[in-house]
């Protein structure tokens, strides 16, 4: 479904933007490491900005952007077109904003998430196709 996937994190999401990767790598997705590089405080908002820009292109399939809590890249990302970014704190709405609302940039917060539940529900994300029908009608909306 996903085949090329856009990462970013500032200094806050830094470790857990490392940990994906590597979990990652280990699939068949072709990921886009767009920083930050170290942890050295950085602005979100930019790192949000390119993912988003990529996955509103058509240049990446979804994103993944990665902060303290996952809410300022949230906001960020879906200030460009064409973006329905969420932050997901479990696996059920990682699967319904998805299914549901065609969600294209999955959020996380390092500071409010365990390695173990990211991975699990970047997974259950990356693996929930769109139901389209009535759910449609309701993303189209958006735009």
């Known amino acids: 479904m996903f085949n090329t996937i856009a990462i970013g994190s500032d200094h806050a999401g830094f470790e857990l933007k490392g940990k994906i990767i590597h ?3 280990v699939t068949d997705h ?5 920083g ?7 602005d979100y908002p930019l790192m949000a900005q390119d993912v988003a820009k990529l996955v509103s292109s058509g240049e990446a ?7 303290g809590t996952g809410q300022g890249m949230a906001i960020a990302a879906n200030k460009i077109k064409g973006v329905r ?8 709405s990682a699967r319904a904003t998805r299914s549901h609302n065609n969600a294209n940039i999955l959020c996380l917060g390092e ?9 699990d529900i970047i997974d259950n994300w990356l693996n929930t196709p769109f139901e389209g029908g009535r759910h449609q009608v309701r993303v189209d909306m958006f735009e």
Not at 30 to 34: F, M, R
Not at 36 to 42: A, I, L, N
Not at 61 to 67: E, V
Not at 85 to 92: H, K
Request: hydrophobic share 50%; aromatic share 8%; glycine share 6%.
């Open 23 to 25: 979990h990652l790598a």
């Open 30 to 34: 072709k990921v886009l490491d767009l």
């Open 36 to 42: 930050t590089f170290d942890k050295t405080s950085c």
């Open 61 to 67: 399939d979804c994103g993944i952007l990665i902060c």
């Open 85 to 92: 970014a969420v932050c997901v704190e479990n696996t059920f």
């Open 111 to 119: 500071r409010v998430l365990g390695e173990f539940i990211a991975l």
